[in-house]
Nanobody, 118 residues
Framework: QVQLVESGGGLVQAGGSLRLSCAAS????????MGWFRQAPGKEREFVAS????????AYANSVKGRFTISRDNVKTTVYLQMNSLKPEDTAVYAC???????????WGQGTQVTVSS
């Protein structure tokens, strides 16, 4: 099992920045990558960004490209999401996830609220 705990959410004005952190513990060696997802009220959960341990590949949703950056620490137990130029439409609960050896998002954190005011 892999346990994930997010932090860093909060209230920010449009145009501002926040950095989210996701700390992993447990059988982290069984994970192949981590990602961030978000869910706004009344909407489906959507992919935001991912980073894979093999080669450090990253991927982003089109809606956040150029504004958000995903990164990891050297021991691959903490993943960050730097969010710049935030917009009201970025308001959501952000959750991190860890992929298993089949690259399936298997482990999930509880989420942290991000609210962007206009």
């Amino acid at each position: 099992q892999v346990q994930l705990v997010e932090s860093g959410g909060g209230l920010v004005q449009a145009g501002g920045s926040l950095r989210l952190s996701c700390a992993a513990s447990g059988r982290t060696f069984s994970s192949t990558g981590m990602g961030w997802f978000r869910q706004a009220p009344g909407k489906e959960r959507e992919f935001v960004a991912s980073i894979w341990w093999s080669g450090g590949r990253t991927a982003y949703a089109n809606s956040v490209k150029g504004r958000f950056t995903i990164s990891r620490d050297n021991v691959k137990t903490t993943v960050y999401l730097q969010m710049n130029s935030l917009k009201p439409e970025d308001t959501a609960v952000y959750a991190c996830a860890a992929a298993d050896t089949t690259n399936t998002w298997r482990y999930w954190g509880q989420g942290t609220q991000v609210t962007v005011s206009s």
